[in-house]
């Protein structure tokens, strides 16, 4: 079983970036297909990106296309999410998820990091 912490959210203006990452612990990321979720208050938790196994596969919701990129160094067990352009409806705690095939439904993913707050100021 996998144990996954995030980190690197925080407080950021309208326009400006930041990079989360996804620490990985207790077997090989590269056993999981990665994904980024976010759940902004009294909303559901919704798909961000996702990345299969060795990142031949990419996927993103298309609010965030252009602006986000998701990436994985299996090497350093980690999974990050650059994000640019950011705006104030990106406002959200962000959670990491690891599944068996990369996907875009949070109900296949059976591993979740304890989520990082991002706020974005307009």
């Known amino acids: 079983q996998v144990q996954l912490v995030e980190s690197g959210g925080g407080l950021v203006q309208a326009g400006g970036s930041l990079t989360l990452s996804c620490a990985a612990s207790g077997r090989p990321v590269s056993s999981y297909a990665m994904g980024w979720f976010r759940q902004a208050p009294g909303k559901e938790r919704h798909f961000v990106a996702s990345?299969?196994?060795?990142?031949?596969?990419?996927y993103y919701e298309d609010s965030v296309k252009g602006r986000f990129t998701i990436s994985r160094d299996n090497a350093k067990n980690t999974m990050y999410l650059q994000m640019n352009s950011l705006k104030p409806e990106d406002t959200a705690v962000y959670y990491c998820?690891?599944?068996?095939?990369?996907?875009?439904?949070?109900?296949?993913?059976?591993?979740w990091g304890q989520g990082t707050q991002v706020t974005v100021s307009s």
């Open positions: 998820a690891a599944a068996v095939r990369v996907a875009q439904n949070r109900a296949d993913y059976p591993y």
């Open positions: 990345i299969s196994r060795f990142g031949l596969n990419i």
